[in-house]
């Protein structure tokens, strides 16, 4: 099917290794963060969400980072696995325009078997 | 789990033709929104809407409208479909405030 990451950045990782994957966002007054997943031929799916009083916040095998001084995002996947393999986007929200999110253009992950 | 259904996966239409996307969802959230996304462009909001009959646009609403006659149901509408207006369409609702959005698996929609 079409491709929704036509000129995203590529992130090619061996199996078992960990992923990390970045998103520079661009307004200083948001204070609400999220990652999502997106496979192929899907809607993009939540994975995990920040607010901007933390700045580090674990689940399962996920980890985001959020280091506001210079408005950086980011998604550590620990033992990657071929079922990780998707675009990965990264959302702000604030507190300006509550109900409204501004995505990433998003990162490829391919996992090597 | 919040579940955002989209009435359609594929819809093949004509130009001129006015097509509707439906989507319904089961979690009570006062707001949902529609996106188009294309290679290259990301996601895109067309409108959104907080609340049932009200309505906002987005960032490209031309040639789009949309209805809210019921909370869990949002439509899109397109009245008079365009070639330009290809894209796979993305429904979406969430809860007030610092929350998720959740998503629904799309519509690929092709204008012929």
């Known amino acids: 099917g079409e491709s929704v990451g036509l000129h995203l950045p590529t992130l090619s990782v061996q199996e078992g290794d960990n992923s990390i994957i970045n998103c520079a966002y661009s307004?200083?007054?948001?204070?609400?963060f999220i990652w999502y997943k997106q496979e192929s031929g899907k809607g993009p799916q939540f994975i995990i969400d920040?607010?901007?009083?933390?700045d580090k916040r674990q689940g399962q095998r996920v980890t985001v980072l959020l280091n506001k001084t210079v408005k950086h995002l980011s998604l550590q996947i620990a033992a990657t696995q071929p079922g990780d393999s998707a675009v990965y986007f990264c959302a702000e929200n604030g507190v300006w325009d509550g109900n409204k999110l501004v995505f990433g253009a998003g990162t490829i992950l391919r996992v090597k078997s | 789990d919040v579940k955002v259904t989209q009435s359609s996966r594929y819809l093949v239409k004509r130009t001129g033709e006015k097509v509707f996307l439906e989507c319904v969802q089961d979690m009570d959230h006062e707001n949902m929104f529609w996106y188009r996304q294309d290679p290259g462009l990301g996601l895109r909001l067309i409108y959104f809407?907080?609340?049932?009959?009200?309505?906002e646009k987005g960032d490209i609403p031309e040639g789009y409208s949309v209805s809210r006659e019921k909370k869990e149901r949002f439509s899109l509408i397109l009245e008079s479909a365009s070639t330009n207006q290809t894209s796979m369409y993305l429904c979406?609702?969430?809860?007030?405030?610092?929350?998720?959005?959740?998503f629904g698996n799309g519509t690929r929609l092709t204008v012929t």
């Open positions: 920040i607010r901007s009083n933390m």
């Open positions: 307004n200083s007054a948001s204070d609400y």
């Open positions: 979406a609702s969430k809860d007030r405030g610092g929350s998720p959005l959740h």
């Open positions: 809407s907080y609340d049932v009959k009200m309505k």
